[in-house]
């Protein structure tokens, strides 16, 4: 039986010991009118009680290291501990961004050849590896599609179309560049409706942005045809590179066509998303969009690099230096360490996967799997039967599989699956892992109801009432506890 | 070393799935974009890409090999308890805890550091982290935006380039117009008076950054959020969160949303990567933040408990009608700011902030005594300050390398009217001997 560590860890600031000092400090050099004259509301640990209370926290935490995390287009593969080492030497982290190019060639080769690594794997031709994050990615991409379509004045394309099945990202990308957003819905294999897209299409579209496989893990085989339409309506593609883990060294999105594509390093290239971040979101174009991408492009010439900022159609600057360094770095090293054939395995084995589970699932005849029958990396199950014929919802079984020691799934995405499960095991996962995985969804549904509901049991905390948090926000200690005082001990903070 | 495992038992998963071979599962590809081959290298071990790295690392010196006085940003000391607890893969594996009950202790910390950020700049609430300083700024724009639906958004002429860049981009699709208030040539501050013809009812928000770019301190603060908030536009201030133990906190001030830098705070400057984004803000403009907030309640139990709240403002829930498209954040830069200020605590920041003052003041002393340099402004400064230098700086910086040094950064490029002018920065990161060693080679190159 699984028991997470439970602690009733106080708020740091409820450990706060008083501060020594009782005056506010300041000093005669600051102006008169800007010195401080109260208090910071900050606490004042001494470093055992600081490393106690995060240790405490850490222990109420689960991460890839804990179990297998398989949430669907999140692809929680293992971080190779090497990665995390080198990316702590401080040759690549004391370095500051103004410093001279001479003293960090090192640097701008690591970020050189990443660029060039990844536009060999996804078949483009430049990468900015500016983007931090996925999202931060599909702006720049979208920011990129608007400088072409304006460098051609052609200024009235300000509509982007998403399939139904999108990221939530993709629509609010396209609404920060400041596009109209268009959703068409899927065909009843749950792929792109071809006749939906010809029909929106038109001189107004500036883009069509796609995740292949989408996000029910199906291979959107008419991506050629797709192509055609978008291209012949004078519109670029985007592809969202969430789900690029299901076809490394298979096929290649610059080959499918697209125009604009965005990667996710904490994702298909093993870099540890932090509990949320940083991460990494490099953006890959075809020549036509080269001349836009962001300042500075980092340049080879005879063995020696340097920042090129000379590039008169570049949109700029889309982050305050040149990307997530360290995350880019780990990305780098796990290429090297996995070469050719160990990518191509990875997506072999990411999909054996899926399609392991998924098959045996729905063979257990508790869960449905509506549209096409065969996945790539990941799969979406609907818990529609569970909850019409015994009220059970898709939360309930997510939140059942906690008090298993295993991470639930993504729930109730992509929005057109009913009580949707979005399972993606990744290649890091044992057939081992995968089975006690399966039996446990299998055994969940064979569970009471009631007991179901109520759960989890064997977390920290039991279920969270997130209703009442959106209701009543208490969003920081002032707001819960305006006095200051923590009640249970006799340690004041003020 | 095998961290895809499987390979043995393929054939077993294989006959489930009534394949014969893995390239079944690949049918659903058009043949016509099938590849077979990546023309990239062949797999290396962990210890050949060690070598490799290690190759690549000597080419980079650092800020401690080389003692760097550049300006722009400066690198600050990093304990080993914040790398120590980092270095917890529970928090470095997790995802963005979606699943409350099994994130309890990242959730926790990020409320902490709500926390920690709303005291340290006065304000209401905080969100769990933005990219960076700049992308924070862009935020901020459309923010203001959302508010009062104004199209023009103020700015200093002295911000950095790069943040000029990222907020233009930032506001392009809402078709804000960015206009710069000149600074006063004297003080270096904000010019008050143009600032004050250039109010409107266009205006949607006052952005300024205390200290500013050229490192100064903008004593007419108050004011300035007197003629933004006379305007009915928002007052939006950038901090250098270690000046706070010294000067007022924004929220005394005024500010309606306090933006900056918080990379300083506890991580390393990593070639200007990993940022983290400060944001903070007044109560009632809850529902028009973006980013992940993190809220308390309650369990099943009636137990105290953390989840992510306010999401319907979020991608994810409310798609393109969000407050912003963003999705992962700086999580971890997070943790570490948390950590890092609840180690060094009030006292430990005053210091701190002291330190940085007190060198600052030293070092921009001393250069002004060298000959060929001069000051540039003479409001009063931080950490950084601008100096111009009567002789080829691109010559002397290029000098200084050859001796170990880095000198400060040629502002010209991107400001035409300051030619000849460099901008310095200190913090507690050198030591004594690096910034006397400093001193005497300018001495000896300029």
């Not at chain 1, 008083?18 to 600051?30: A, Q, V």
Request: one cysteine or more.
């Amino acid at each position: 039986m699984y028991h997470m560590a439970c602690y009733d860890e106080p708020l740091i600031n409820e450990l706060s010991c008083e501060n020594k000092r009782k005056d506010t400090m300041t000093h005669s050099l600051i102006p008169a009118s800007l010195r401080r004259t109260t208090k910071l509301d900050i606490p004042t640990l001494n470093e055992v009680e600081v490393i106690r209370h995060f240790t405490r926290l850490s222990q109420m935490n689960y991460g890839v290291d804990i179990g297998l995390y398989p949430l669907g287009s999140c692809t929680m593969k293992y971080n190779p501990k090497i990665s995390e080492e080198i990316s702590r030497w401080e040759r690549f982290t004391a370095l500051h961004p103004y410093q001279d190019e001479s003293t960090i060639q090192g640097a701008l080769q690591v970020l050189h050849e990443t660029e060039m690594m990844l536009c060999e794997i996804t078949g483009m031709d430049a990468f900015t590896l500016q983007p931090a994050a996925g999202a931060h990615g599909e702006f720049t991409g979208l920011l990129l599609a608007r400088a072409y379509h304006e460098k051609k004045s052609d200024s009235k394309r300000d509509e982007v179309i998403v399939p139904d099945t999108a990221h939530g990202t993709n629509p609010a990308s396209a609404a920060m560049a400041g596009y109209r957003v268009i959703e068409i819905p899927s065909n009843s294999d749950g792929t792109v409706d071809l006749t939906a897209l010809s029909k929106t299409l038109s001189d107004r579209t500036a883009c069509f942005m796609l995740t292949n496989p989408n996000t029910l893990g199906i291979f959107e085989s008419d991506i050629l045809e797709i192509a055609r339409l978008v291209h012949d309506a004078g519109a670029l593609l985007y592809y969202d590179g969430a789900n690029m883990n299901a076809i490394l060294g298979k096929t290649r999105p610059g080959d499918m066509g697209f125009d604009i594509v965005h990667l996710n390093l904490h994702k298909t290239f093993s870099t540890p998303h932090g509990g949320g971040g940083p991460g990494a979101g490099p953006v890959g174009v075809k020549k036509h969009l080269k001349r836009f991408l962001p300042v500075p492009r980092i340049k080879k010439m005879k063995d020696y690099y340097s920042f090129d900022y000379d590039q008169p159609d570049s949109i700029g600057k889309i982050h305050g230096f040149y990307g997530n360094f360290s995350v880019i770095l780990r990305a780098y090293i796990y290429i090297l360490l996995m070469g050719k054939e160990g990518l191509s395995e990875v997506s072999d084995i990411a999909v054996l996967n899926a399609n392991y589970m998924k098959k045996r699932i729905l063979d257990s005849g508790y869960y449905d799997m509506p549209y096409k029958s065969l996945r790539k990396h990941e799969f979406v199950l609907s818990c529609e039967r569970l909850h019409k014929e015994k009220g059970v919802r898709a939360m309930d079984v997510a939140k059942r599989l906690l008090d298993h020691g295993l991470h639930p799934p993504t729930v109730y995405f992509p929005l057109i699956v009913k009580e949707a499960l979005m399972i993606e095991p990744t290649e890091s996962e044992s057939k081992d892992n995968l089975d006690k995985y399966i039996n446990a969804l299998i055994s969940i549904a064979k569970e009471d109801p009631d007991l179901l509901s109520k759960a989890p049991y064997s977390t920290p905390v039991r279920r969270v009432d997130e209703v009442n948090a959106a209701k009543n926000p208490l969003l920081t200690y002032r707001m819960i506890n305006k006095e200051c005082i923590n009640k249970d001990s006799t340690v004041k903070c003020d | 070393m095998k961290i895809i495992p499987n390979s043995c038992v393929k054939e077993e998963m294989l006959k489930v799935l009534g394949s014969s071979s893995i390239n079944d599962l690949f049918d659903d590809i058009p043949s016509s974009i099938r590849i077979n081959n990546l023309d990239i290298p062949s797999s290396k071990t962990q210890q050949e890409v060690e070598a490799h790295l290690r190759v690549i690392a000597s080419k980079n010196k650092t800020y401690y090999d080389t003692p760097c006085f550049i300006g722009g940003g400066q690198p600050h000391y990093v304990p080993a308890v914040v790398k120590a607890l980092l270095s917890r893969s529970e928090f470095y594996t997790a995802y963005t805890p979606y699943q409350s009950e099994a994130s309890q202790g990242f959730l926790q910390a990020m409320f902490e550091y709500q926390s920690i950020i709303t005291g340290l700049t006065g304000m209401d609430i905080a969100n769990a982290s933005l990219y960076d300083g700049a992308t924070a700024l862009g935020e901020a724009a459309l923010m203001s935006y959302r508010i009062n639906k104004r199209p023009v958004f103020l700015i200093p002429e002295g911000i950095s380039y790069e943040k000029k860049s990222v907020l233009r981009n930032y506001t392009k699709g809402a078709n804000i117009t960015i206009a710069e208030v000149p600074y006063n040539e004297q003080r270096g501050t904000i010019n008050i008076d143009a600032l004050t013809s250039m109010m409107s009812s266009d205006v949607a928000g006052v952005y300024v950054e205390n200290p500013n770019f050229f490192g100064v301190f903008e004593e007419d603060v108050e004011e300035i959020g007197r003629i933004a908030h006379d305007n009915k536009s928002l007052f939006i201030v950038g901090v250098d969160p270690f000046t706070l133990g010294l000067v007022k906190r924004p929220g005394e001030y005024g500010a309606d949303i306090v933006v900056g830098e918080g990379r300083g705070l506890g991580s390393m400057m990593e070639l200007g990567g990993c940022g983290l984004g400060l944001f903070a803000c007044r109560y009632e403009y809850l529902r028009q933040m973006p980013g992940r907030i993190i809220g308390m309640s309650k369990d099943a139990d009636g137990k105290r408990a953390f989840c992510m709240t306010m999401q319907t403002r979020e991608q994810h829930i409310r798609r393109e009608r969000a407050t912003s498209n963003i999705c992962t954040n700086e999580g971890l830069c997070a943790l570490a700011a948390v950590i890092y200020l609840s180690w060094l605590g009030e006292e430990g920041l005053t210091d701190l902030g002291l330190i940085n003052l007190e060198r600052g003041h030293m070092l921009y002393d001393s250069i002004r005594s060298i000959n060929g340099f001069e000051r540039v402004f003479d409001g009063v400064h931080f950490n950084e300050f601008v100096m111009r230098y009567n002789g080829d700086a691109y010559k002397v910086n290029k000098k200084l390398i050859k001796h170990g040094f880095q000198g400060g950064l040629i502002l010209e490029p991107f400001y035409p009217k300051l030619s000849r002018c460099l901008l310095f920065g200190v913090s507690e990161i050198q030591t004594d001997d690096q910034i006397n060693g400093f001193l005497r080679v300018l001495k000896e190159v300029a």
